[in-house]
């Protein structure tokens, strides 16, 4: 049995040494294989050249890369030693480098090529500690000792290092030292530490355990009951965010593959046909792109196919709420009939399965083909998917899986059945607890909404050098406060509401929680992103950054002229579809209450930027944002 995850990777390749790990490009074209016992060899090789450099057991090492396949062999390198990982990628900005670096008094950091190296050498007036860069990428180095003279710091190369170290893996005492650390390993060390690059204040250090991440792995079969052995999945996640780096070592537990690409569409698309994968994951918005592609596509179809696609679309809908009134998979938010949901759903499920098979043939055959012969299902994390999006690919066939969880929690706490999924709600990792509290602290009843608490293996050591926030989110029992406002269903499933501190109450009293309404809202083809504001305001109002590309193709249709880019936020017939927009996707019918009407809107036409208004994790900075548009959301409410 093991205890961390090189143990557990050990037994694995022990078992079926020859199964493919690992699938990544080499250069820019053919992806290459790599099997169980390479990697371990490469991992391995990379540890034993790690320990001459000095790294001893709970040593802290920076790794500031993308998804790729170094990345993985650099991880299980530095857990071998018993050391740990500070991961981030390319896009973090300079200050939070420079924070997390100085903070964990990092020695050594992995680089992904020479501009990531550059900017970290330029951070080293105020990093004392650290010593050593490691470059993984070294194209468009010519001269590698000439670029290594021109920097601060050390710089080492990771191919030199990986050649050394199996140079040194000849000598059976290096060999024997190595395993030994591995050997050495307990549940309760830390492997990781997480830096949250949270909306508000200086990023957390999150302290995961090798125990936290075992106990999800071995979890995980309750979500995924027909796993086989070389499944693959192609990650587009960043790899340094806790959901995918759990992706990557649930696919050594499962003896799976795992495919680099990147979460752009057309390389996306291109890595589907090419490897074609069994699972994907991703966040919401990359399946709100992939929605709203196919709505563009449709419009350059003969109005005859539009009109089949929208039928069987529509038939398909039908189909899969009439199949989950008939299978039990309807939320219970309150005691539901059983007999009574199964005669409402046998008739149309009965009457329109033929209909629903002819348009996965006629109608949906070709969006479902680039996915992939293979496709089983996509995973959606990182938010909670809009309940369009999710009947939308429900329509078609297609099944998406919500998953949900922090990175306090290593992440995860819930996902949705594959076999038995009920929309919209979560079912608990086995072995673990949450409870509803309402504002007195008291356990809610099924029904009630409240804030969201949890306790298991997988909640997180606490916070690097900060154990009085540590004890502001874990109470004595061991709870965790998501900070995340839920509701229990009365079969013992959630669905996750909003967050608590987003919540916005206006002068009326009424409270009001803003995301399912901009996730709304983002289902609009013509909106890339919104913005609900409105705290202590009569009503709400909203900042639309439009889809600029969308939206000229839709005034070129109609043959409304127009300026230039600049001059959309301003034009009459551009305020005219977006306040259409606004009142489709916000509206009773779609179940939202006449006070969760957006009143005013004022139009952007420049994206949100990283580090700007959205956070590493491209969530939206609401303080930052309020203070950055003051004079906007001012107007819309003159």
């Given amino acids: 049995m093991y205890d961390t995850l090189v143990q557990m990777f050990d037994e694995h390749v022990k078992a079926n040494p020859d199964y493919v790990a690992q699938l990544s490009r080499d250069g ?22 790690l320990r001459r450099l000095g790294v001893r057991r709970n040593e802290i090492i920076a790794i500031i890369s993308d998804n790729r396949a170094e990345w993985l062999v650099a ?73 290594a003279s021109s920097f601060t710091l050390e710089i080492l190369y990771y191919k030199k290092l990986l050649s050394e170290g199996q ?70 996640l960043p790899i340094w965010h806790a959901f995918e780096r759990m992706i990557n070592y649930l696919v050594l537990r499962y003896d799976n593959i795992i495919a680099y690409s990147k979460p752009i569409g057309k390389i996306m698309l291109v890595d589907m046909a090419t490897v074609k994968p069994h699972f994907m994951c991703s966040v919401p918005r990359i399946w709100e792109t992939v929605k709203a592609g196919v709505n563009q596509t449709l419009k350059t179809k003969k109005p005859i196919e539009r009109k089949m696609f929208n039928f069987f679309l529509s038939v398909g809908k039908s189909y899969s709420k009439a199949s989950a009134l008939v299978e039990g998979r309807m939320p ?56 369009d999006v999710e009947s939308f690919f429900d329509a078609m066939g297609l099944t998406i899986m919500d998953g949900y969880g922090l990175t306090e929690t290593s992440p995860m706490i819930a996902a949705q059945d594959f076999t038995h999924r009920v929309r919209g709600c979560l079912e608990l990792l086995k072995g673990s607890e949450i409870k509803i509290v309402g504002e007195m602290g008291e356990s809610l009843p099924p029904g009630r909404k409240g804030v969201l608490y949890f306790k298991g293996p997988q909640v997180m050591k606490g916070y690097f050098n900060n154990p009085e926030l540590t004890a502001e989110v874990i109470d004595k029992d061991g709870f965790i406060n998501t900070g995340d406002l839920a509701v229990m269903t009365e079969s013992g499933l959630f669905s996750i509401r909003g967050r608590e501190k987003d919540t916005i109450v206006l002068s009326g009293g009424e409270n009001i929680e803003p995301v399912p309404i901009e996730k709304a809202l983002s289902e609009s083809e013509y909106i890339e992103t919104a913005v609900v504001v409105g705290q202590d305001r009569k009503f709400l109002s ?47 019918k779609r179940g939202f209450k006449p006070f969760e009407q957006v009143n005013r809107f004022a139009i952007l036409t420049k994206s949100f930027e990283v580090g700007k208004e959205l956070s590493l994790k491209q969530e939206i900075k609401r303080k930052d944002i309020s203070e950055m548009y003051k004079k906007e959301i001012d107007s819309l409410f003159a």
Wanted: glycine share 6%.
């Fill in 28 to 49: 820019a074209s053919k992806f290459k294989p790599v099997t169980y016992i390479e990697l371990q060899r490469r991992i391995r090789a990379l540890a034993s050249a």
């Fill in 75 to 147: 991880d299980m390198a530095i857990l071998s030693l018993g050391a740990i990982d500070t991961p981030r990628g390319r896009d973090a900005m300079d200050y939070e480098i420079e924070y997390i670096l100085k903070e964990t008094k990092a020695s050594i950091a992995f680089v992904e090529n020479y501009d990531m190296a550059k900017r970290v050498d330029a951070l080293v007036p105020s990093l004392p500690s650290l010593k050593t860069l490691i470059i993984i990428d070294e194209r468009g180095i010519d001269d590698p000792d000439k670029v």
């Fill in 167 to 236: 140079d040194l893996l000849n000598d059976p005492s290096v060999v024997s030292d190595i395993e030994h650390e591995i050997s050495l390993g307990k549940g309760d060390d830390t492997a990781t530490i997480i830096f949250t690059s949270g909306t508000t204040g200086k990023p957390k250090g999150v302290m995961i355990s090798h125990k936290g991440i075992l106990f999800q792995l071995d979890g995980m079969i309750q979500y995924f009951p027909d796993i086989k052995p070389q499944m693959i999945w192609l990650a587009v």
């Fill in 332 to 387: 219970d938010y309150e005691k539901r009939s059983r007999a009574l949901d199964f005669i409402r759903g046998i008739i149309p499920y009965i009457c329109l399965r033929p209909l629903y098979a002819l348009g996965r043939k006629l109608a949906f055959s070709q969006v479902l083909s680039k996915l992939g012969p293979n496709f089983v299902l996509g995973i959606s994390g990182g938010g909670t998917i809009s309940k």
């Fill in 542 to 588: 909203a900042l639309i950054v439009i889809d600029v590309k969308n939206v000229e193709n839709y005034l070129k249709d109609m043959n409304i002229p127009y300026i230039d880019r600049k001059s959309l936020a301003s034009s009459d017939d551009v305020r005219a579809l977006i306040n259409r927009e606004i009142q489709t996707y916000v509206s009773t």
